[in-house]
């Protein structure tokens, strides 16, 4: 990856939705060699996909939470079942694994308190796997790249 890749990827993090033509000015190359950088990038593996970013609380999932989950259970069959349970569920914009404790970090996006009241009652303490779960209310989005 060389410098006009980078550069590439800098205004389509920015905006995805760039025509050919209007990329191609921004990094100083005509159309046809920038599509080529842009379709390479794509096959190599480096841009994963073009997405909308949609406002939260106009699609009624305004009220987010950061959840620490851990379990109780090591096995890789369980802890393949939970993960797989975990990322299906609508709510759930974000999950990771991490080293230590706790376990496992999700961000939950729903419409309200008794939204989110219901989600961890009926779907993530229901887990047989799950022992604890500390829930953090987001105050105010202060950087986010979605």
């Given at each position: 990856?060389?410098?006009?890749?980078?550069?590439?990827?800098?205004?389509?993090?920015?905006?995805?939705?760039?025509?050919?033509?209007?990329?191609?000015?921004?990094?100083?190359?005509?159309?046809?060699?920038?599509?080529?950088?842009?379709?390479?990038?794509?096959?190599?593996?480096?841009?994963?996909?073009?997405?909308?970013?949609?406002?939260?609380?106009?699609?009624?999932?305004?009220?987010?939470?950061?959840a620490e989950v851990e379990i109780g259970v090591n096995d890789l069959q369980t802890v393949e079942e939970l993960e797989s349970a975990i990322a299906?569920?609508?709510?759930?914009?974000?999950?990771?694994?991490?080293?230590?404790?706790?376990?496992?970090?999700?961000?939950?996006?729903?419409?309200?308190?008794?939204?989110?009241?219901?989600?961890?009652?009926?779907?993530?303490?229901?887990?047989?796997?799950?022992?604890?779960?500390?829930?953090?209310?987001?105050?105010?989005?202060?950087?986010?790249?979605?």
């Open positions: 990856m060389d410098s006009i890749d980078r550069e590439i990827l800098f205004h389509l993090r920015r905006d995805g939705r760039l025509t050919n033509v209007e990329l191609a000015k921004r990094v100083g190359l005509t159309p046809p060699p920038c599509l080529r950088r842009v379709k390479r990038l794509e096959d190599e593996g480096i841009i994963t996909g073009y997405r909308a970013r949609i406002n939260p609380a106009a699609a009624g999932r305004g009220f987010e939470v950061m299906s569920y609508d709510e759930v914009v974000e999950f990771h694994r991490l080293f230590g404790r706790p376990d496992y970090f999700i961000r939950v996006a729903v419409e309200d308190h008794a939204a989110y009241e219901t989600f961890l009652t009926t779907k993530l303490i229901a887990l047989r796997a799950v022992t604890r779960v500390d829930s953090h209310l987001v105050m105010k989005k202060i950087k986010t790249d979605d």
